[in-house]
């Protein structure tokens, strides 16, 4: 009736063990960046809200809102032709471009990329396309983010061929 019931673990099954749970989390982490990929938030949910971004009196003509879209940064311009909301995330390598007032323009320091604020067209620099757009609306003394503006363009990849 003295029946003791003994559970030893070596130094090699603990170390078993372990590997196994740092492979199961790695094993997990690559398995939820599938899923993500494959089942991405909800587009409805981004495109058709309405995101407040400033009150057209706390940006006067000339100047810059900042603001966050969908989880990218973006910028507002109040340009005298009106508003301009564009994606401020480089399209060369991805750098934060942010408003130049002295040179009418939207920077990107990284490698000088120049940006035209009424258009978000490269104006200089390596940049391989313009910023992406993002449509807005002026109601109620407000201005309001929609959603991104379709490009309108095929991105296409030029290769370079250098001599054989």
Known sequence: ???KITFTITRRKLTEILMGLIALFF???ILASILKYLW???????????IKIANVDEVPTGSVRKFMFNGKAAILLHMPA????????CTHLGCIAY???EENIVFCPC???KFDPNTGAVISGPPPSPLPAIDIVVKEGAVY?????????????SFYAGAV
Request: charged share 20%; aromatic share 12%; hydrophobic share 35%.
């Open 1 to 3: 009736m003295n029946d």
């Open 82 to 89: 009106g508003f301009r909301a564009f994606g401020s995330v």
């Open 40 to 50: 991405p938030q909800s587009a409805a949910k981004g495109e058709n809200a309405q």
């Open 145 to 157: 983010a929609l959603k991104w503006k379709d490009p309108g363009y095929v991105k296409t990849i």
């Open 27 to 29: 094993a997990g982490g």
């Open 111 to 113: 490698h000088l990329g």
């Open 99 to 101: 408003w130049k007032p």
